[in-house]
């Protein structure tokens, strides 16, 4: 797949800038409509469709908290949660800009998330190309050891969370 970088300012083709989801700048960049965007996450990518006026449209999954999202529409920002943004250019894409909207929105409230068959990478690519599919999970089902990696990253993913939800509990007890 062809992924690369946000760039900010002139910068040369070969040499692409990650823009951090935190910067002010990301409400200026330009988005193409329908671009299928991915946040690198601790073990694996997490995937939206950028659906234009600074908004994405995701499987939440388990991209936020230890319990899993449905099909939702949110601000880049959240999407992208302070981890660098990309753009995974999709050359056989059969949906394109306003169609590739359409077909995302035609999901929200879908809450039938499934880490292995339909997850946020699975419908970024129904939307896009029409089939339900993941390079990740193929990859972890391919190579046995970067599965068990992946495994262990959300692990501790989920454990880290369920500690911050306890904090917050806490806090406003």
């Known amino acids: 797949m062809n992924t690369f970088s946000l760039q900010t300012g002139n910068v040369a083709d070969d040499e692409r ?20 965007l991915v946040t690198q996450r601790r073990g694996y990518e997490h995937h939206g469709i950028y659906v234009g006026n600074g908004r994405v449209v995701h499987y939440a999954g388990f991209a936020s908290s230890a319990h899993r999202g449905p099909v939702e529409e949110v601000e880049l920002s959240h999407f992208a949660a302070g981890h660098p943004l990309t753009i995974r250019s999709t ?45 990740q999970v193929h990859c972890c089902l391919r190579h046995p050891r970067a599965g068990v990696h992946a495994l262990v990253c959300l692990v501790k993913a989920f454990v880290e969370s369920g500690v911050k939800s306890g904090e917050t509990a806490a806090r406003l007890a």
């Not at 800038?17 to 299928?36: E, F, K, N, V």
């Open 17 to 36: 800038d990650i823009l951090p989801a935190t910067s002010s700048t990301i409400a200026t960049i330009d988005l193409p409509i329908g671009a299928h």
């Open 91 to 135: 050359p056989s894409a059969r949906y394109v800009g306003d169609e590739a909207v359409r077909r995302a929105r035609s999901r929200l409230g879908e809450n039938r998330y499934r880490l292995l068959t339909n997850n946020c990478e699975h419908f970024c690519a129904w939307c896009l190309l029409g089939e339900s599919r993941s390079e």
